[in-house]
């Protein structure tokens, strides 16, 4: 046997079909699967709050958020719903158009608004008017035309913290604004935490949120069930292992402690796959995910790395990080409420809470070293404040291996930093 191949064997064989992958764009982010799998109730309840439409298309507003985790399916299920639902009212003789944007790039209205116009393909100029008249003329178009809009604002988050109040209330009290008796536009408000909303106006906020659908993890009996239809879609026949696919669901299945997070499973599928294929083996085994997995989550493996080299009142503080989140529900925590949980641990402890000023210091150098994340609140919030936030996924390995290493610095009392 050959103990050596050809250079131009390996990079022929590499340059032919892949006998792993039949399609890989099927597995990028923004590959509109055919079918939703566990999302299915979810359009059913976009389709009965929309139904009005049906009935009164020019002179109904209607306002949905959906809320949910990361990679729960919010994006997804929200075009293909627009999409869909479009078709069907053009079956019935009605115009609707359906527009998504991306608050994250677009964090101002006036950009946003630029946007919605380019997707109708209705030509606005791009300077001299303010975000009101170019609204209004985006209005007149669609009353004209007897179109109806409902418009996707994608990662909403952004859009509060980083807005006016001034902005955002205009956007949702459109129509009295412009004092129209024509209603064209409704809203999709997609967000991650619901519990963003407490930062708007009670008058903005009760414009919102009449109706809320939640999106929840995905279990790993759901995750094999989306997994095994990307399989289908994006690799060739009988090429991963059905283990392959359990394995991944259970990594990240809600009900085995992970995150639910369908993305990140998708992610590790895809890397799975490609690991294969350098190592060109026939199929996607097993040992093919956990190396995927390792790769992936190699960031989160280094802050696991830091953690107990760490003194004890940053460890505190990232206690206090964690206790906030699992109680509030929320991502990112205000120092103020921070500043008050750590010196509530620290009670509970018996220790001295550090000042403000060191306690800033600690949280800046866990930002050097990967370990927090800090942003600015919006504009609109009362008096700005710093929001922080964990840079890797809370996960219980994550949770005990603080509690321990903080256990341990209190029992070797270690000298005060
Ligand atoms: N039920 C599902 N069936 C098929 N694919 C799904 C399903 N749910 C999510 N996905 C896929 O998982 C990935 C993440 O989904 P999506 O972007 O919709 O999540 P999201 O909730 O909007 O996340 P984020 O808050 O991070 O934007 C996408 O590739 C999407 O196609």
């Known amino acids: 046997m050959k103990v050596t191949t050809k250079l131009e064997d390996i990079i022929e064989s590499g340059l032919s079909e892949s006998s792993i992958f ?16 566990h999302r299915e109730d979810k359009i059913r309840e976009l389709t009965l709050i929309f139904r009005d439409l049906t009935t009164s298309i020019d002179n ?3 306002r949905v958020v959906i809320s949910g985790h990361m990679g729960t399916g919010k994006t997804v299920t929200t075009k293909s719903f627009g999409k869909a639902f479009k078709d069907k009212l053009s079956e019935r003789g009605l115009r609707l158009e359906y ?7 677009q964090r101002t209205l006036y950009p946003l608004v630029m946007e919605i116009a380019s997707s109708l393909k209705l030509p606005i100029p791009t300077r001299g008017l303010s975000v009101q008249e170019a609204f209004k003329i985006i209005h007149d178009y669609l009353v004209k035309r007897n179109v109806h809009l409902i ?12 807005a006016s109040q001034e902005d955002i209330y205009f956007l949702v009290r459109l129509y009295d604004e412009l004092s129209s008796s024509k209603r064209h536009i409704s809203y999709i408000f997609i967000m991650r935490d619901e519990q963003d909303l407490s930062i708007l106006d009670r008058s903005i906020k009760d414009h919102i949120i009449r109706n809320i659908i939640r999106f929840e993890p995905y279990g790993s009996g759901e995750l094999k069930d989306i997994l095994t239809d990307r399989v289908n879609e994006a690799f060739q026949p009988n090429v991963v292992q059905e283990e392959t696919i359990s394995y991944i669901s259970e990594i990240y299945g809600r009900d085995k402690g992970g995150s639910g997070n369908a993305r990140s499973a998708i992610e590790t599928l895809e890397m799975a796959g490609k690991i294969a294929e350098i190592k060109n083996s026939p199929s996607v085994l097993i040992e093919h995910a956990k190396e995927a997995n390792s790769r992936i989550n190699v960031e989160a493996g280094e802050v696991l790395d830091e953690i107990p080299i760490l003194e004890l009142h ?6 206090a990080i964690i206790n906030l989140h699992n109680r509030l529900k929320v991502d990112s925590v205000p120092m103020g409420k921070l500043e008050k ?7 509970e402890l018996g220790e001295e809470p550090r000042g403000h000023t060191q306690l800033y210091e600690h949280v800046r150098r866990m930002k050097l070293m990967g370990i927090l994340e800090t942003q600015q609140s919006g504009k609109g919030m009362r008096g700005r404040t710093t929001l ?10 994550l949770e005990e291996l603080i509690n321990r290493t903080m256990r341990s610095k209190i029992d070797n009392r270690e000298e005060p930093l």
């Open 151 to 162: 418009l996707a604002l994608d990662e909403f988050d952004y859009l509060i913290k980083t």
């Open 22 to 37: 039949k399609r890989r764009e099927a597995l990028q982010p923004e590959h509109i699967p055919s079918r939703l799998p």
């Open 60 to 62: 109904t507003s209607i």
């Open 314 to 319: 940053p460890l505190i503080i990232l206690k």
């Open 99 to 105: 527009v998504h944007v991306n608050c994250h790039r």
């Open 388 to 397: 922080i936030s964990l840079a890797v996924p809370i996960t219980g390995d």
């Open 341 to 347: 949980e750590y010196a509530d641990l620290c009670a």
